[in-house]
Structure formats: structure tokens, C-alpha cells
């Protein structure tokens, strides 16, 4: 117990005494963390970027001037008793009539020539929108059964495929890439960390062979260094946080009209991920530290 | 009574095929004074190197205080290094930790309470006269000053042996001085000092014991020697 607590002190007096030291080793470890801490915030950066357009992308199916209403709401009904939808709105004839108008007020032949005809020549509009572009082939291949394809006049998915097809692409590849980005900067945020813990400890290389040299035993040499380690990686983990929040709430702002004044998001990722994020961090620290400590003052301690 | 240290036919040679001792044979008494001397690369750290297990002998049977420590096993070490107190000419303090930490230091390795060192860590900076240094750090002190701390570190074990690997070699003649009344003051409480030096002066000075290292062998060893020139 009295070893145990010797220890413990012996590990905090470190921190204080080699505050240099200590202050490059937590500097590297910040920078460490940052970098895959801003990575994330790319990460969902661009899964937002991709949300939001996907949200944009939706289709029209236009039914037939004549069509009646019970078709359009029966349509509206069963499409929305789908799992894939995420939301279906009807624009009736007179409403499209309306939006047309008010699209081509400047334009008096196009509304001389509306005025010509006796009839709205303008159906009602379906517009459905997907919870995800992928399912857009499938919910026009419903629509299309017997029931309703003799109404349908026309569809826009036609004319908006390509577009639908790239923002699926695009979505897929930030995603595998940013999941590659972050598993690379953890790499190499990582690898940095090491470099760093060895480099503290080659520094007090003679240290650990006097030790030995006064009869301290491998465990009483050892331990105090992969404590000094943990905390400072606490620290480092902190400060970490306390910097990436503040960026955060400073970029956020920024950002906003990036995204015609939606939130980004980037505040609430953390927020809501910070245990999974953070645990991840501190157990790679952690794990890091005492497995790299335990070899590097291995190394110095002589017979 | 049995030697304290007893060295049988010892050799060391290191990698690939560099002498360090060959075939020594010695015995140190209980409470005997003794120094070692020869010149450089005559195998005087080498054998203190192997009294401490910091070498292993290459063939030989080496003793501390009856425990052959010949083929001692690591985790044995820190065991051996708390009955031997040991001096180095480059002091080995630890930077980082002040005098009286330095000393307590050696006491804590071994688990002995913190009343304990309370008690016994100023009792020896006094007797090494460092009672007022007890809150300074290492590079605040003299060179004489650091050496009477790693003598009084040495001795909180109250060890059974204490060897002194050219503990003068970087401090001053009046310095050198007060170091040697020291070893000779820790000998007469009984002691035994193992001196290892290539300075004449204060092994002349001293009338105890000499053995002669000369190529990793025994030259001579003679009660109340001298370091002759012609050696």
C-alpha cells in the first residue's frame, strides 16, 4: 500500500518537475488528438454536404388533367404506407395552375395563351421524396402498377436520374473515404504519441539506470513512468476538447450559410458521440502509453 | 568468520573476445578496508561492475556475504544493490529529486515507512554534514557536497559493504580529503569499504590493505600497502 502511494506521488512530482518535458509531450499528444478529431469533423462534414443534397432531390409525378382527386389521394395513401418514403406532398391542379402563373407573370403570351383555353390543362402533382436516392427506381416501378399508370401523365425522374445516381455516389465514396481518413490520421496520430513517449523517456534514460543502481525493483522504476504518461495524455485529452469545442462553436457559425442556414451539425456530433469518441481516445492513450512506457524504460533499466 | 566478498577464479571477457579479468581470486574480510587500484583498463570497474551484478563473471564463483551471486537472477538485483552501498566518481544523484529525496529514495525502493526515513535520512545527512542541503536539488550543490550525499545515500541501508568506485576523481584535494575521512569514519563503525582508485596519493595515505589489478589479473596484494609507481 505505502508502495502503491510512494509510487502515485512519485508519478505526480514527475509531471511538476519535468514540466518541459512534460508541457512537448502534451503539445505532440494534442496535436495528435486534433488531428483526428478534426478529421471526424470533416467526416461529418461531408455526410452532412451529401445529406443535404440528397434532402434536395426529390421527383414530381405529374397525372393527367382529367385524373380525379380520390386517384391522386389513393395514390398519395399507398405511398406513403411505404417504409422507403420520407414524405409525400400533393400539389393539386389548381394549385399547380397557380404556380405556374405566378412562374410566368412576365411572360403575356404564355398567359394569354392560358387564358385561351376553357380548362386547367395542369393535373394534380405528386412530389415524393425518399429516405434514401437509392430507392427512387423502386418507388416509380410502384407507382407505375395498373392502378395508377393510366393517370400518370409524366415523371421527372427521367430528366433528374443522373443527378439522383451521382449524389448516391458521392454520399457512398465521402463515407468510405472519410472512415479511410480517419483510421489513417489514428494511425498516424498514434505513431506520433509513441515517438513522443520515447522520446520523454530516452531524456531520463540515466534516471532509470540510477534507480536501478540504488536497488529499485523493475515494477517501482517502471510504474511512476506509465502513470507520468497518463496523465499527461489526460491532460492532452482535456485541453483537446476544450480547443476542438471552442473551434467548433466558432466554425459553426461560419458554416451556417454553407448550408442555406441549416445546422451543420458539428456541435451535436460531439455531443452526442463524445462518450463513444472520447473512450475510444482515452483507451488508445491509455493502452498506448503503458504498452510504450513499460518497453522504452525496459530498455534503459541495466542488470 | 567467512569473507565478506570472495571472488574465485573469476574472469570476464566481453564480446567478442575483450579481456575485462582474468582468473581472479580474492577474499575481503568483514570490517576490512581494501583498496584497488591499477591503471586504466586494468579491470578495477570491471570487477566492481561484478560485485554490484551489473557484469556477470564469464567463468568463477563470486560470493557477497555467503550468497553466491554468480548466476543471480534479475529480479534478485535490487536485494544484492540494498546491501551494497555504492559510491561512483560521476555521483549519480538523481537530478529531479532533492538531497534529502536522493537519500530517502533508497530507503523508499525497499519499503521501509515513512517514519522510518523521517527518522533516519536527517541522522545520516548529518553525519555527512549535509543537514542544511537537505531541500536542494543536485545542481546546487559542490561537487564535494554531491558526493557526501551519494555517501550518505549509500549508507541509510546501513550496508554491509560499501564500495567506492573512484569517488574522488572530480573533486579537489581538500574536497578528496574529507571524502577519504569519511570512508575511513564508515569503516571504523564497521563496514567494509572497498575502494576503487588509480589516485597514489590517498591509497598511500590510507595504510590499509592494497591489491594491484594489472591486465585483469592480480598483481600483488599486500596488508597495509602502497600503490608503488613501478606497478
Redesign the interface.
Known amino acids: 500500500m505505502?508502495?502503491l502511494w510512494?509510487i502515485f506521488s512519485q508519478s505526480w512530482?514527475?509531471l511538476f518537475?519535468?514540466a518541459w518535458l512534460g508541457a512537448a509531450t502534451i503539445f505532440v499528444f494534442i496535436m495528435a488528438l486534433l488531428s483526428v478529431n478534426v478529421v471526424l469533423a470533416v467526416n461529418v462534414l461531408l455526410t452532412r454536404v451529401v445529406a443535404v443534397l440528397e434532402d434536395k432531390v426529390d421527383v414530381t409525378v405529374t397525372f393527367q388533367p382529367a385524373t380525379p382527386d380520390a386517384v391522386v389521394t389513393q395514390a398519395r395513401f399507398y405511398l406513403t404506407s411505404l417504409p422507403q418514403i420520407a414524405g409525400v406532398s400533393v400539389i393539386s391542379a389548381d394549385q399547380a395552375l397557380a404556380d405556374f402563373r405566378s412562374r410566368h407573370e412576365k411572360d403575356p403570351k404564355i398567359l394569354a395563351a392560358l387564358d385561351e383555353l376553357k380548362a386547367n390543362p395542369l393535373g394534380s402533382q405528386l412530389v415524393v421524396k425518399a429516405k434514401d436516392a437509392a430507392d427512387y427506381p423502386f418507388l416509380l416501378g410502384v407507382i407505375q402498377n395498373p392502378q395508377y399508370a393510366s393517370f400518370i401523365q409524366s415523371r421527372t425522374y427521367d430528366d433528374h436520374q443522373l443527378a439522383i445516381q451521382q449524389v448516391e455516389t458521392i454520399g457512398n465514396k465521402a463515407r468510405i473515404t472519410g472512415a479511410i481518413l480517419v483510421a489513417i490520421f489514428a494511425f498516424f496520430g498514434m505513431l506520433t504519441a509513441f515517438n513522443a513517449i520515447r522520446v520523454a523517456i530516452y531524456a531520463q534514460r540515466?534516471?532509470i539506470?540510477?534507480?536501478?543502481?540504488?536497488?529499485?525493483?523493475?515494477s517501482?522504476i517502471r510504474t511512476p513512468f506509465i502513470l507520468g504518461g497518463i496523465w499527461l495524455a489526460a491532460v492532452a485529452i482535456i485541453l483537446s476538447y476544450v480547443l476542438l469545442f471552442a473551434a467548433l462553436h466558432w466554425i459553426e457559425p461560419v458554416l451556417r450559410p454553407l448550408f442555406e442556414g441549416v445546422n451543420p451539425g458539428l456541435i451535436v456530433y460531439f455531443q452526442t458521440e463524445w462518450p463513444v469518441v472520447l473512450l475510444s481516445e482515452v483507451f488508445a492513450m491509455v493502452g498506448l502509453i503503458a504498452l510504450v512506457s513499460w518497453a522504452a524504460v525496459g530498455k534503459y533499466i541495466?542488470? | 568468520m567467512g569473507p565478506m566478498i570472495l571472488l574465485e577464479h573469476v574472469s570476464k571477457i566481453y564480446p567478442p573476445d575483450v579481456p575485462g579479468l582474468h582468473d581472479v581470486s580474492l577474499s575481503i574480510l568483514p570490517g576490512e578496508f581494501v583498496s584497488i587500484v591499477g591503471q586504466s583498463g586494468a579491470g578495477k570497474t570491471t570487477l566492481a561492475k561484478i560485485l554490484i551484478a551489473e557484469e556477470r563473471p564469464t567463468r568463477g564463483r563470486v560470493m557477497i556475504g555467503g550468497w553466491d551471486i554468480t548466476r543471480i537472477r534479475s529480479h534478485e538485483i535490487p536485494e544484492l544493490r540494498r546491501q551494497i552501498g555504492v559510491v561512483f566518481q560521476d555521483y549519480k544523484l538523481l537530478p529531479k529529486k532533492t538531497v534529502y529525496e536522493n537519500v530517502a529514495f533508497a530507503l523508499e525502493v525497499a519499503g521501509t515507512s515513512s517514519r522510518e526515513i523521517q527518522r533516519i535520512v536527517p541522522q545520516v545527512l548529518q553525519i555527512v554534514g549535509l543537514e542544511t542541503r537537505a531541500n536542494r536539488f543536485p545542481m546546487q550543490l559542490s561537487g564535494g557536497e554531491k558526493q557526501r550525499v551519494v555517501i550518505a545515500r549509500s549508507l541509510v541501508h546501513r550496508p554491509k559493504i560499501l564500495l567506492a568506485d573512484e569517488p574522488t576523481g572530480n573533486l579537489d584535494t581538500i574536497n578528496t580529503r574529507d571524502i577519504m575521512d569519511l570512508l575511513v569514519k564508515i569503516n571504523e563503525f564497521g563496514t567494509t569499504v572497498v575502494l576503487v582508485t588509480h589516485n597514489r596519493e590517498i591509497v598511500n595515505a590510507l595504510r590499509r590493505r592494497v591489491i594491484v589489478l594489472k591486465d585483469g589479473e592480480v598483481a600483488s596484494d599486500v596488508q597495509e600497502g602502497k600503490y608503488l609507481l613501478s606497478v
Open positions: 505505502i508502495t510512494r512530482k514527475n518537475r519535468n540515466e534516471e539506470a540510477i534507480m536501478r543502481l540504488v536497488g529499485a525493483s523493475t517501482y541495466k542488470r
